[in-house]
Every structure is written in C-alpha cells, then in structure tokens.
C-alpha cells in the first residue's frame, strides 16, 4: 500500500521505496513457523531505529532491487 501519491504505481522503483519504507517503520505481518515447520502464528515486525541496522536492510533492498531490475530486463 502506498502512503503518497508519487509512489503509487508498479515499477520496480516505485515499488522497492514502498518495500523499503515499509520495512524501516515496522509492522510488517508474517507468518511464523516452528523449526518442524508447523505454523505458529502471526508475528510483526519492529521499527529499525539503528544505523547500522538501517544501513544494512537498504544495502540488501538495493541489491535485491538491482538483481529484480535485471531480471525484468532479460
């Protein structure tokens, strides 16, 4: 879901600042599972308020991004 207009859309970097954003502020829903994989419930996730942590998470989106970006193009 996008929460301003100038993301609104699907390209892929329209798309990645909604991930990105999303990711950053928290309160992302999953699954979870056990190590048996039985389901365990719902869980969310947390703000990321370190750097280094933020750092790190648009590092991997980037390139994640990147690599999605190639492949769209092959």
Known sequence: MSNRAADKGNDIWKTFNRIQENLIKGNVRYDRYNEAGRYQGRGR????KSIDGNLKLNQALWTLAEEMAKLKTA
């Open 45 to 48: 996730t947390r703000e990321v």
